[in-house]
């Protein structure tokens, strides 16, 4: 069960933005434009990415052409580098929470609209590969269908106009600047997805900025809650990681009574993108020790304010001795909440504290605690 929480305004329609909202379309963006950019005896080096998000494909296109110096026009570099992009469309990964947001919506009857700067034809290509997604939306409506792409409040109206909604009853689910402007601009109430991290800040417009899709309680917004919460925990698809327990920021964790031990991200870069940051719990396992339950945060620790993203699994055991340099495996079968920041160390070991707890309870539930005997957990490298 979730906390309930209080409703911010009451919306009767939901307009979804679709790459980096409902889509992981930045993995493939920059695999496609690594390569490509060889061609010209250039290096990706991603420091784009944030210009070219919340764009239309041909804005996005002109920024590269600009800031690489390339020596064609913007067109030519869009008709070349297009049919890449279609090939690798099947490849995208729907984001933690997309498919489950979709579903719950369709589920009770909410109208939903996807508004998005791209081409209706690519929006149909990408969707198309994820199950029940095309049938779930009332409308779609491409960047090439209306006068103007986001920032420009046009393509939201259109769909206000499709969904039969006034502006004022639709929320818009928005990943980049460029989209919450345009879902403000036309008057509706916008919930800001930031897909690049440590960003929020720049979102002030929007009515609630949240980490990932995850953490979205609907009935903020006076739509259906979720139900699939249990004990203040969200199942998950389980997920597995493991290496070798590296030295962490010897911040004293331990003093504090809470030992992470610090894997090594390496390797881990592509799965790690795919999850947002946050603090999750499962299943861990010590070849040569045994298999304890485990609470970790993934992320930047925004009390720390990190520079890396790092993973730190607290292990629920009491042991007599480090093991830094032992292979450590953990299958994560639920979520907690987004990682915060507190005003004292008090208020994070506090917090820390409740998550175990929590961790400690669920995992005695037949959905979790089924995992404990995951095959994962056992072998060695
Ligand atoms: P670091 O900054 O190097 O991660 P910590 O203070 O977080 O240092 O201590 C983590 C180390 O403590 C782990 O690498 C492990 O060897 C040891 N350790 C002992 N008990 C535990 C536990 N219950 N969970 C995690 N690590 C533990
Ligand atoms: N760090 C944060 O800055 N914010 C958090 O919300 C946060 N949550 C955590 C939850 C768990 C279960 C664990 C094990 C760690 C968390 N941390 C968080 C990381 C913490 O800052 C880090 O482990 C420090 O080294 C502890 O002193
Ligand atoms: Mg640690």
């Known amino acids: 069960m979730s906390i309930p929480q209080p409703i911010k305004k009451s919306v009767l329609g939901v307009i979804l933005d679709l790459d980096g909202t409902l889509l992981n379309t930045d993995g493939i963006v920059s695999e496609v434009l690594k390569v490509f950019l ?7 080096d991603g420091r784009e990415a944030d210009k070219i998000l919340g764009k239309t494909p041909f804005e996005a296109a002109a920024a590269i052409v600009e800031d690489y110096g390339l020596p064609c026009a913007t067109e030519e570099f869009v008709s070349e580098i ?10 995208i ?20 609209a996807l508004a998005s700067n791209s081409p209706r034809a690519c929006i149909e290509s990408k969707i198309s590969c994820q199950q029940d997604w095309k049938e779930s939306f009332s409308a779609i409506i491409g960047g090439d269908e209306v006068p103007a792409g986001k920032p420009s409040p046009e393509i939201f109206l259109e769909a206000a106009n499709r969904l039969k909604m006034e502006p004022s009853s639709c929320l818009v ?39 990932s899709l995850l953490d979205l309680r609907p009935e903020k917004w006076g739509l259906p809650p979720f139900k699939d919460w249990i004990e203040g925990t969200l199942p998950l698809e389980p997920w597995h990681i493991g290496g070798l327990v590296i030295k962490g920021f010897g911040r004293g964790s331990k003093v504090l009574g809470i030992p992470t031990a610090n894997l090594s991200t390496e390797g881990y870069t592509t799965l790690l993108s795919e999850y947002p940051s946050g603090v999750y719990f499962g299943w ?18 925004p009390y720390f304010n990190n520079k890396e993203k790092t993973i730190e699994p607290w292990l629920l055991h009491e042991f007599d001795e480090d093991f830094y340099g032992e292979e450590l495996r953990l299958v994560i079968v639920g979520y907690i909440r987004p990682e915060l920041n507190f005003p004292s160390l008090e208020s994070l070991i506090e917090k820390i504290h409740d998550d175990r707890r929590i961790a400690e309870k669920a995992l005695e539930l037949p959905l979790y605690s089924k995992h404990r005997n995951d095959p994962y957990l056992e072998n060695s490298l």
């Open 38 to 44: 060889v061609k010209f005896g250039k290096q990706w």
């Open 82 to 91: 297009t049919p890449t992009f279609s090939d690798q469309w099947r490849n």
């Open 93 to 112: 990964k729907p984001l933690p929470g997309a498919s489950r947001l979709i579903n719950h919506l369709k589920g009770h009857g909410i109208p939903m």
């Open 173 to 211: 689910i928005e990943d980049s600047l460029p989209g919450v402007t345009a879902g403000k601009a036309a008057g509706m109430e916008v919930v800001a997805v930031p897909y690049l991290p440590k960003q929020s800040h720049l979102y002030t417009s929007a009515g609630e900025v949240i980490n």
């Open 284 to 301: 861990a396992g010590l070849p040569v020790r045994g298999v304890y339950k485990m609470v970790m945060s993934i992320g930047w620790n």
